[in-house]
């Protein structure tokens, strides 16, 4: 009841221009000042959903976009496949967010990684709001980013159910906030580009939600061979099977069930939702999609990211 009465759609405020909610932004300095042990990986994802770090590397997976998905991958990888020991608390705990402050009941980021052992989870910030020490102590980065479009329609749906996110409005609005970068955690635009300039400088693992779709088996190899790790043919594809949308959608430990009701209101939209490549289809309008698609060539002129909002 307490934790209930607490508990509201928080409002942004700025932090260095890129909307945060408040009780973001008013953390921001310890968040800033947060020191990672070299072996913390961070994975990071674009407009909102988390941040999360793991041992000396740095995982970052824009807000729904895959974000539970390769902590879950990851997790299953630094346990080689033992989906028992995965399930030893809820994807939150075991990869903490670093920006999230505690909203109760859901635990500040930085608490729960001082009883932590690295490696550590840790994301959504912007490249330019990842604290410094990160890039110091050389950490591992995941980056997942995920065709805008369909990131959208996910974060919309996502902000309608996640009761501590702004009021999302109507759809049609809310294309308007996404392409002006006025969504929790910024611009999607400026979020992509940021990981996607620094990627070979600071050897970020930059995926693809649409790749990890077409052949999770390719792509959680792939991150095994970013992380260092060598596991057997058999267990790979063991991760890549109890990492599909529909084992996850039936893991407690893994689909968000144990944030309650007046948080995370799943009547509204399941967390788990579709796991789909293209659903935009099913939301823009021709008219909407010919705008978007004119506003999105000129923001994105100055880079060649291969997204591709179908497979
Ligand atoms: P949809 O809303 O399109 O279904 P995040 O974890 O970053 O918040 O991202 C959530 C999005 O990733 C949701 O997308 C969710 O369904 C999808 N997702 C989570 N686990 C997945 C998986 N194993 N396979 C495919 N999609 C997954």
């Given at each position: 009841e307490r934790a209930s009465s607490s508990l509201y759609r928080f409002p942004l405020l700025p932090v260095r221009g890129i909307p945060l909610m408040n009780h973001i932004a008013n953390s921001w300095d310890t968040i800033w000042a947060f020191r990672p042990d070299p072996s913390d990986i961070l994975i990071a994802t674009p407009q909102s959903r988390k941040v999360y770090l793991y041992k000396s590397e740095l995982i970052c997976v824009p807000g729904t976009l895959g974000t539970t998905w390769t902590q879950e991958i990851v997790d299953l990888l630094l346990h080689n496949g033992d989906a028992d020991a995965c399930k030893r608390a809820p994807t939150p705990e075991r990869s903490p967010f670093l920006e999230i402050v505690s909203p109760p009941p859901i635990l500040s980021g930085i608490d729960l990684m001082k009883n932590m052992d690295p490696p550590r989870i840790i994301t959504h910030l912007p490249f330019q709001l990842v604290p410094p020490a990160f890039w110091e102590n050389k950490c591992k980065t995941i980056y997942v980013a995920r065709n805008a479009k369909d990131n959208m329609v996910s974060y919309y749906h996502f902000d309608c159910m996640n009761?501590?996110?702004?009021e999302p409005g109507p759809w049609e609005g809310y294309i308007s906030k996404f392409m002006r970068g006025e969504?929790?955690?910024?611009s999607w635009y400026d979020h992509v580009k940021g990981y996607w300039k620094e990627r070979e400088k600071r050897n970020i693992l930059y995926l693809f939600y649409e790749d990890m779709k077409e052949n999770p088996r390719r792509e959680v190899e792939r991150i095994m061979n970013y992380l260092d790790l060598s596991l057997s043919d058999e267990v790979i594809s063991r991760i890549a099977e109890l990492t599909s949308f529909e084992i996850m959608k039936e893991n407690p430990m893994a689909n968000y069930s144990c944030i309650p009701t007046h948080v995370f209101d799943n009547s509204v939209s399941?967390?788990?939702?579709k796991g789909q490549v293209g659903d935009w289809r099913n939301h823009f309008t021709p008219e909407q999609s010919k705008m978007f698609a004119e506003d999105y060539d000129k923001k994105m002129k100055d880079v060649n990211i291969p997204f591709r909002t179908l497979i």
């Open positions: 009761k501590t996110q702004p969504l929790a955690w910024g399941p967390f788990m939702r």
